[in-house]
């Protein structure tokens, strides 16, 4: 089983990929979860928005799109990245790239964990884990 990075369209973030790799495992551990394949594709708005189309029918840009294949004890799944997104994102929040970058990664995780945001008190919840994967590997 394994963590994979890529990148289609963009050049590759500087992340350290060891690093992330632990964090993601560390994290899906919480959740008694263990990885299985994950693959991250980083890429740009159109790459992102193609995808959002062609799969979900969406016809905008978004930060992440998760496509899940786990199984109860195993996350897996494709996460799709927009750099774009994530660097326009963070200058809106007055957030660091970096931090804003590690916190689209990881929320492709909780996804895959079981943790949704789209229902009423949902996103509450996802913030919650969020912030608290991203004090791991930050602070």
């Given amino acids: 089983m394994a963590i994979n990075y ?5 050049e590759m973030p500087s992340i350290n990929k060891t690093q ?8 899906a551990a919480t959740y008694q979860k263990r990885c299985g394949e994950i693959s991250y594709i980083f890429c740009d708005d159109e790459k992102i ?8 029918q969406h016809d905008y840009y978004t930060d ?7 199984s109860p004890t195993t996350i897996s799944g494709d996460l799709f ?4 997104t994530v660097r326009t994102n963070a200058q809106q929040f007055g957030e660091e790239y970096e931090r ?6 990881i929320h492709g995780i909780l ?5 949704n945001d789209k229902g009423e008190g949902e996103r ?8 608290k994967a991203i004090s791991l590997i930050f602070e």
């Fill in 6 to 10: 890529y990148n289609e369209g963009i």
């Fill in 20 to 27: 992330i790799t632990k964090w993601v495992k560390e994290v």
């Fill in 49 to 56: 928005l193609e995808v959002n189309r062609q799969y979900l």
């Fill in 64 to 70: 992440i799109i998760t496509f899940d294949y786990s």
């Fill in 81 to 84: 990245i927009s750099l774009d």
């Fill in 100 to 105: 804003e970058l590690h916190r689209v990664i």
């Fill in 111 to 115: 996804h895959l964990c079981g943790i």
């Fill in 124 to 131: 509450e919840i996802m913030e919650a884990a969020e912030n």
